[in-house]
């Protein structure tokens, strides 16, 4: 990874946080894209002094397509090309169908599916002129499972996962990979809110018995994120306990 420039959306915290911490331990230049801007610079200077990477944060609302094409723009400038996208940023905005609100319907959309569109689109353009490139989708098992009171957050994420293989397909001949990784009950700010028993619970449906930690998660990413996985594209991995087979 020494060299390799690699761009993490939503990277600021998190699992984001958690694959640029991997990727930058492996030698990567980090490039955080956030809408929450001065956590995204914290993180990206503690990162460079840690690991003795580049990293720089970059205030970036991956809906808004102006927004990503003047953060490739800059990428270009500051770091010479984009090697690995990853594209993490994400949201929930949970409730029964019947109950939904219109506009949580739209935003979860327009960030989790839209977003993963639109950065595939802009940074796509890069990678396919320097004819290499790795794109990794953050899913999520519920994409493939369905849960109730997650109706756009499920859908959303099923996207990714069509998208994903259809970035292969158009991708592949200029020697672009991409893939995905759905995490199943990853612990993170968003599971804490859950109560203890809630989180036994959760543990019960899954084989290996517990929750997976946002590590477990980067790690895979990193891994097709890497030349390891050269002969690997358009599929999604499960990082979830055997929760789904
Ligand atoms: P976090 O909320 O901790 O991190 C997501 C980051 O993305 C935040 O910094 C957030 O900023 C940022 N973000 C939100 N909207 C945008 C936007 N429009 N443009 C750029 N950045 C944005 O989430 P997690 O780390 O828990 O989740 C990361 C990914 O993993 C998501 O795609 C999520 O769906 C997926 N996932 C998580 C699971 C879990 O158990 N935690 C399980 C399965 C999948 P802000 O806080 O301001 O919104």
């Given at each position: 990874m020494r060299g390799k420039n690699a761009v993490i959306t939503g990277?600021?915290?998190g699992i984001g946080e958690a694959i640029a911490t991997v990727l930058a331990k492996m030698g990567a230049n980090i490039l955080i894209w956030d809408v929450l801007e001065d956590q995204a610079r914290e993180t990206a200077e503690k990162l460079a002094k840690e690991h003795g990477v580049k990293a720089a944060g970059y205030s970036v609302d991956v809906t808004n397509g102006a927004s990503v094409d003047a953060a490739v723009d800059s990428a270009v400038k500051?770091?010479?090309?984009?090697d690995i996208l990853i594209n993490n940023a994400g949201i929930t905005r949970d409730g029964l169908i019947i109950r939904m609100k219109e506009e949580d319907w739209d935003k979860v959309i327009a960030i989790n599916l839209k977003g993963v569109w639109q950065c595939t689109k802009s940074v796509g353009k890069v990678m396919l002129k320097a004819r290499k490139g790795s794109i990794v989708n953050i899913a999520s098992v519920v994409g493939v499972m369905g849960n109730a009171g997650q109706a756009n957050y499920s859908a959303s994420k099923a996207g990714v996962i069509g998208l994903t293989k259809t970035s292969a397909k158009e991708f592949a001949s200029r020697g672009v990979r991409v893939n995905a990784v759905a995490p199943g009950y990853i612990q993170t700010a968003m599971t804490d809110k859950l109560t203890e028993e809630q989180q036994q619970r959760m543990a019960t449906l899954i084989p290996l018995g517990q929750l997976g930690t946002p590590e477990d998660v980067a790690d895979a990413v990193a891994f097709l994120a890497s030349?390891?996985?050269?002969?690997?594209?358009?599929q999604t991995i499960n990082v979830c306990g055997g929760m789904v087979m």
């Open positions: 990277g600021a915290r500051d770091f010479g090309g984009i030349s390891a996985a050269r002969y690997i594209t358009g």
